[in-house]
């Protein structure tokens, strides 16, 4: 048997999710999704998590049930507290448990500082950092009660590193890598707590910057491995670290950027 | 599973592969289905039993001493496992030693013989595999330590020298692009030989786990499941990068302990 991601990644070799509901907001679409899709693989069930989305998700849901496992969808505004308590119970009381929890919906907004509005600041905030803090403090009470819990939160490569324009959407997600470290030493030793950073990832949230042929151009020429990354790229970490093998690793926060932000 | 043409079976090396965190990896590389070699310094014991688990996961090992700085021997090394596998997918450059304790009792020999063992000797590991790897379309990861990341008074060259594995693997990550990923990982309070004189000493253990947020020593395997993963093709959009495999340690600064 050859080393490869098909091999490695089947249920029951490594790096398996067997026997574990997760829930995953932002299921349907983008990153979200491939995250859905990769957990499925790996052997868990699956909450997809949607905002608008109903069909979306509903579809996603229908791939989880063909690789056979079961699925459910749930809807919520993630900048409404009350909604995402609502969705993280709907999501346990499923199956009378919850095992782990991925962060993946989230807004991107990117005006000059003269253009942010209270609006907009108010919506990049709630949906990506207070969204992702909520969802983690409703599911605590169940991750406790789970043999492995585990929380994987999805920053962004603007979490870390300056961009020009959209400076609350890099506020928010720099917020995103430290709740991620303050929780992950806060809910020790029980619950694992970690991060992914995405670089530039074809999804529908910056669709307009990649569907310009220009900009698509100068991002594959100043990434080193030479491409934009698509959603299944990031896929293969959280599932990693959501898994049994991470045990040991908390707080920590995983670049997945194709090296562009080396120098 | 579909049965694979010999020329689809891929192949590792790992420095430093017969004890502690390298003979971890060796072992969890060759369940994962690689072909390993690996290189050990002196515990010819350890090295044949390390293979012994190789070949009981059915596939084979190839295992030489090696003084991991030395240019020329490592890069024989290569030749040999070139030989006898005939590719090279991914390289694992874990081969390391400590030094003395104390910040002022390091000698200049001892400055020489910790960096060119942790840092020089991982720098010659992927110098001399490059372009085995490039065929590949390989990947490598660099055994760092979280002493790279944090003080570490006691261990002052050995830290600096993990400082420069981070570095090293930055360096190379863009040197090597698009064709060959290089990361690291950076690991905690691990239980091996290196690290048995704390471990063994019942105070010391304690204390080491009061700054471990997860609340034990890590194991080898503990590394040696993030570097599967950082070598595997899951990974392929990941390079430059340093994940930390501590338990939480370096989240757990003084102010920031239980009390």
Redesign the interface.
Known sequence: ?????S???LPG???DLSDSVVLVTGGSRGIGRAVVLELARAGADVVVHYHTREEAAASVAQEVRALGRESMVVAANVAKREQVERMVRAAGEWKGRLDGLVTSAGVYRGPSIEEVTVEGWEEVFEKNLGGTFWAVRAAVPWLRKAPAPAVVTISSIFGSHPGIGGAPYQMAKAGVEQLT?AL??EL??EI?VNSVAP?FVRTDMNRGAHEDPEFHRAIARAT????W??PE??A??V??LLSR????????V??????I??? | ?NA?AAD???VALVTGGSRGIGRAVVVR?AR???DVAFTFRQDAESARATAAEVTGSGRRAFYRPVDACDEKEVAGFAAGAREEFGRL?TVVASAGITGALGWDAVSSEEWRSVFETNLVGQYWAVRTTASDLKKTRGSVVLVASIGGLTAYPEQVAYAAAKAGTISLA?SL??AL??EV?VNAVAP?WVRTDMTAGLYDEPRARAAIVRGI????W??PD??A??V??LA??????????T??????N???WRA?RRR
Not at chain 1, 224 to 227: A, I, M, Q, S
């Open positions: 048997m050859a080393f490869s991601y091999t490695l990644f070799s490594v790096f470290r992950a030493l020790s030793p694992r670089g080193p491995l030479g491409r990354g698509e790229d990031v293969p970490a599932r990693y093998e991470s045990d040991w690793v908390t707080g920590a995983l670049g997945i950027d194709g090296g932000a080396l120098r | 599973m694979r689809e079976q891929k590389l994962a289905g690689y997918d930055r990550a863009f692009a698009p990923r905690g947020p997860r609340g034990r890590g194991e503990d590394v499941s993030a599967v993963f595997s093709d899951g990974a392929r959009f990941i390079t430059g990068e994940l930390v495999v501590d338990g939480g370096v989240l757990s920031g």
